[in-house]
């Protein structure tokens, strides 16, 4: 097929088509407005392994779904999942464990060019590679209609994840990607930042188990300095220090305008030092819960300090004073009512001098009444015995 020459309709109701702007040998099509005239070409057989594109054009604007996807999977040379096929018009579809490869992949990235049924999407376990990222990264380029994609576990590297990432740059509508335990390395780190910097829609994003250590870390950061969608970051299980987890959090400290409420980087053992570091960021950012694994030298008393149950110590005042400890919660909201914004509670809950608790202690609170609304509710507690 001649690449340079984009198809177009005959009438208003024919979709025209164009390349995406990518190297001459990987491109795949998108909507336009429709030209008065009709110029048919035939798609070049060599291109195939890249180019998510039927052997007859034609055929993608006149057929359904799936239609479209058994076309693209005798194109491709593989077996149609008839699994994919009874859901196509469902939101929610998980195609884990199905043994894709990359030619497979390749027939599902082809049917979700224009399938706008399926939000949410399970990839994982699919072993389809680099190629295989290759193909999702120009789907995501132009996708509009998913907004969670799994792809954990599918042995891309360095080329089919940077392919992904200039997928994702100007992708409108993804919220949750998993990316974890893929191996991918420092090497996509920059990619990876470019993204934090240039996408608006990602709200969680997990790339645990991809062998990133503190250099992949410093490009990640770069991106967290200016990102505002982001509120979730697991980095679980790469090679990251204490070193690579300042680089983190100073990186989010410096963006006024970030949303990050957890970075997980539990497998970081930090120090006091980053303790202090870390209070420093929590004052900027009060939502946001850093997961680390444990404080190293911290002595037995300061352990203690750190570790007592915040609960429990509240519960304990609430006994000596013989009130509930919905009244101790209700005592310190201004309007005396059961909710109050996560903020505003944390702010309270630091100056408060009735029951002394720390900014660790606080964020336990938080977290057993935290809606995942921005609120904190004291109702459930209601139950509890004074």
């Not at 996408?199 to 505002?228: F, P, T």
């Not at 946001?288 to 444990?294: E, G, N, R, S, T």
């Amino acid at each position: 097929m001649d690449n340079d020459k984009p198809l177009q309709p005959e009438t208003e109701d024919e979709i025209e088509i164009e390349p995406v702007r990518q190297s001459s040998d990987k491109m795949l099509y998108c909507e336009a407005e429709s030209p008065p005239t009709v110029e048919k070409v035939k798609p070049a057989r060599e291109n195939s392994e890249t180019d998510l594109e039927i052997e007859d054009d034609e055929k993608f604007f006149t057929t359904g779904q799936k239609e479209l996807y058994l076309e693209a999977c005798k194109l491709m040379g593989v077996v149609p999942v008839s699994y994919f096929i009874r859901n196509m018009e469902e939101s929610y579809v998980n195609l884990n464990h199905h043994g894709l490869g990359p030619r497979g992949t390749k027939a599902i990235a082809i049917a979700l060019v224009t399938n706008y049924q399926i939000k949410k999407l399970d990839l994982s376990h699919n072993q389809f590679s680099d190629v295989g990222g290759e193909h999702l990264g120009q789907m995501l380029a132009i996708n509009v209609g998913l907004t969670s994609l799994d792809l954990s576990w599918n042995n891309f590297h360095t080329r089919g994840a940077v392919a992904l990432c200039n997928g994702l740059r100007g992708n409108v509508t993804l919220t949750k990607l998993d990316l974890s335990m893929n191996g991918f390395g420092n090497e996509v780190a920059l990619a990876l930042g470019e993204v934090l910097r240039l996408n608006r829609c990602l709200v969680y994003l997990d790339i645990g188990g991809n062998d990133i250590g503190n250099e992949g870390a410093s490009k990640i950061s770069k991106g967290l300095e200016s990102n505002e969608s982001l509120r979730v970051l697991k980095l679980f299980l790469n090679p990251i220090n204490m070193d690579g987890a300042i680089l983190l959090i100073l990186a989010i400290k410096r963006n006024p305008k970030s949303r990050m409420e957890e970075l997980d980087i539990s497998n970081v053992l930090v120090s006091e030092q980053f303790m202090k570091t870390l209070d420093g960021v929590y004052a900027v950012h009060p939502q946001l819960d850093v997961v680390f694994k444990a404080v190293q030298g911290l002595s037995p008393k300061k352990t203690i300090f750190l570790l007592t149950n915040p609960m429990k110590l509240i519960q304990s005042y609430a006994d000596q004073h013989k009130i509930t400890i919905v009244d101790f919660f209700k005592s310190l909201n201004p309007t005396g009512t059961m909710k109050m914004s996560v903020d505003e509670f944390q702010k309270v809950m630091i100056e408060q001098n009735k029951v002394p608790l720390n900014q660790y202690q606080v964020r336990e609170v938080i977290k057993k009444l935290d809606e995942k609304t921005g609120m904190v509710n004291f109702s459930f507690l209601n139950t509890m015995k004074p």
